[in-house]
Structure formats: structure tokens, C-alpha cells
């Protein structure tokens, strides 16, 4: 079982940065890629990062040159550093494996950006 606490969301203006931060509980979640979705209201939750064991990334087209997704297993954590924020970024943020369980999915954290 592993639970995640995302971290980190806001508020911020168009052009703006979040370094969101997500801790997993459980000595499982190293041994696992980790990944980064969001919901905005009114769409399904997607997957927007994930991050494999061995450092391998991949990233949506939309956020692609904007986010970068990292990890700390030796803190059980795992960041997502989004950079030129768009109005179309805000969302509440999950962080949970990749493939997601369904049963790990945290609170999330809102991220919302407008001017």
C-alpha cells in the first residue's frame, strides 16, 4: 500500500512557476515509476509526466518544454517544476505510479493560474 501527499499548488499569474512536490509513504514507490496528472474541472484526469526507476521521462505535448518531472527516492518524493504556466495548466495536480492504482490517489493540490 503506499499513500502520496501532493504539495506546493497555488496560485500564480500567467508566465509563472510551482515546484509541486509529492511524498509517498511505503518502500514500495522506489521500485515503481512515478507520474504526475491533473484534472481540470469538467475533463478527465491524464497524465501529464512520469518518471521511471532508471531516469527515463516522458511528458504530454502540452506541457512538454514547460515541466520537468524528478525524483528523490531516498525522500520518497517525487517533484514536478512547471515553468511559463498557462491558464489552461490549472487543475488539481496527483501524483501516483505509473500505471496509476486507483487506490493510491491522494487529495491533490490545486494549481491555478490567472491573472
Known amino acids: 500500500q503506499v499513500q502520496f501527499v501532493e504539495s506546493g499548488g497555488g496560485l500564480v499569474q500567467p508566465g509563472g512557476s510551482l515546484r509541486l512536490s509529492c511524498v509517498a509513504s511505503g518502500s514500495i514507490f522506489r521500485f515503481y515509476a512515478a507520474g504526475w496528472y491533473r484534472q481540470a474541472p469538467g475533463k478527465q484526469r491524464e497524465l501529464v509526466a512520469h518518471?521511471?526507476?532508471?531516469?527515463?521521462?516522458n511528458y504530454a505535448d502540452s506541457v512538454k518544454g514547460r515541466f520537468t518531472i524528478s525524483r528523490d527516492n531516498t525522500k520518497n518524493t517525487v517533484y514536478l517544476q512547471m515553468d511559463s504556466l498557462k491558464p489552461e495548466d490549472t487543475a488539481v495536480y496527483y501524483c501516483?505510479?505509473?500505471?496509476?492504482?486507483?487506490?493510491?490517489w491522494g487529495q491533490g493540490t490545486q494549481v491555478t493560474v490567472s491573472s
Open positions: 518518471r521511471t526507476t532508471g531516469g527515463v521521462t
Open positions: 501516483n505510479l505509473e500505471p496509476a492504482r486507483s487506490d493510491y
